[in-house]
């Protein structure tokens, strides 16, 4: 029962307030009461009312700060601190995931989840710009909010008897917690330059020698990347353009990581790499790109186009059957549509092929990452020499971008490829984008696919697509 002090506060300050105070209670009651020895996970979660979630992230003066929304679903999840930090520097590469896995604290029925992501390439020498992430980096945060179309939820994760030694740190984390009423109001800075890396002919003449890879029989597809870093004449706040994105791109991952103050990694994906409940798994090919139509008859040509691309078909068949050849040896049953399918966005489109399977016993998330990516989608085919060519023709450092970027738990998880995504430092933002070449690549049709892709964030800053400053 409540106590008349605490009826008083809930009037006083609304239902935030007695959010807190209710927190606080439950964790200091758990904290205090604890028997097992065991490690494992405890998760309480109370009622908070309308909490904007992108506003509370922006409002918390803890670290690191994490987002994530599903593709399908209405709900996103705005999480900061750190219950337990599980990470690898970025020179210390990411085979040591399994064993990080098979190590976390017991969950149980919590449905605690640790969010993170993953370099692209472990085997590249890292750029500065990607140290805070490291090789990977998984964190079940100390609080999440958790905002659907009704109330929110807010949450702490507590990990016993670990925490309990930490128990009045923890209160006071609860009671600094913002809890921030109604929308911000603020606005995103205005760019003022623009530098793409490799410029035009520099991209003109990485195709070329891919596509002398190709003649050669060396490599069927790779899949080559720009960097396009922006300046703005203020400080970007990373929570704001995620915020911004998200509303911009329906029907895709949302994904945000800012391990430390001023430094975050963020995109809308619309591929998944994998999503496994229990033993079943889903995957998917995407691949091949048309932007939306003008008109509806535009649209539907566009559509029709892609449909029948001779070219785009051949770089979807890579993806297809290298996601096919990585999910076999770990299923006992697999199937992979026949049918290609339109991937509709609201700035573009792809071809999809749907993929399921039933896992065998004992595979781990740490498997299934290891034998998915990077799949044809952003690395090539055959693999090996698909990023042999990256390394050898790309002049920057992919970081996390194109990396599995997701979550996991113990009866589920999933993971997104980090692409359409980009990385704030200060007042940058560099944008990171992909296209497939393959035999028949235009490289400068490869270069406007580039353009419309990274369409997502210059239109947020009225920039119009297709301009490349040198």
Known sequence: ?????????????????????????????????????????????VPAGRIDPFRWLREQRMFPKTYWSGREERSGVAAVGAADLRE?????????????????????????????????????????????????????????LHAGEGEVTLACNLVLPRDADDASKILQEIEDLSLPEGASGASLPTPVLREDNPDLQGWRENIERALAAFSEGRLGK???ARRAEFGFDADLDPTLLIESLKAAT????????????????????????????????LSEAVAGTRPRGVSSADDE???????????????????????????????EELEIGEDVSEMKLARGRHLRSKVRGMLGEGVTDAALLDALHPTPAVGGHPRGEALEEIRALEPFDRGWYAGPVGWIGAEASEFAV?????????????????????????????????????????????????????
């Open 1 to 45: 029962m409540l106590s008349r002090e605490y009826s008083g506060s809930v009037r006083e300050n609304g239902a935030a307030a007695g959010a807190r105070w209710l927190l606080a209670d439950r964790a200091g009651r758990t904290l205090s009461g604890t028997t097992l020895a065991d490690e494992h996970i405890v998760r309480l979660a």
């Open 88 to 144: 690898a520097g970025v020179r210390e590469g990411a085979g040591g995931l399994s064993k990080l896995i098979s190590s976390l604290p017991d969950s149980g029925s919590s449905g605690a989840r640790y969010y993170g992501g993953m370099r692209f390439d472990p085997l590249r020498k890292p750029d500065e710009e990607w140290s805070a992430f490291g090789a990977y980096r998984f964190v079940l945060p100390r609080f999440e």
């Open 222 to 224: 790779v899949v080559l």
């Open 250 to 281: 329906p029907g895709c991952f949302h994904f945000y990581a800012e391990p430390e103050d001023g430094v975050a990694f963020l995109g809308a994906s619309p591929e998944r790499l994998f999503r496994r409940d229990g033993r079943s798994v």
């Open 301 to 331: 040509g566009l559509r029709d186009d892609l449909l029948r691309s001779a070219k785009d078909l051949s770089e979807h068949s890579y993806v297809r059957i290298g996601i096919g050849e990585a999910l076999a040896p770990l299923c």
């Open 418 to 470: 980090g692409i359409r995504s980009g990385l704030v430092r200060g007042r940058t933002l560099a944008l990171f984008s992909g296209a497939g070449i393959v035999a028949g690549s235009v490289p400068d049709e490869e270069w406007a696919e580039i353009e419309q892709k990274i369409g997502d964030f210059t239109g947020m800053f009225g920039l119009e697509q297709g301009h490349a400053a040198s």
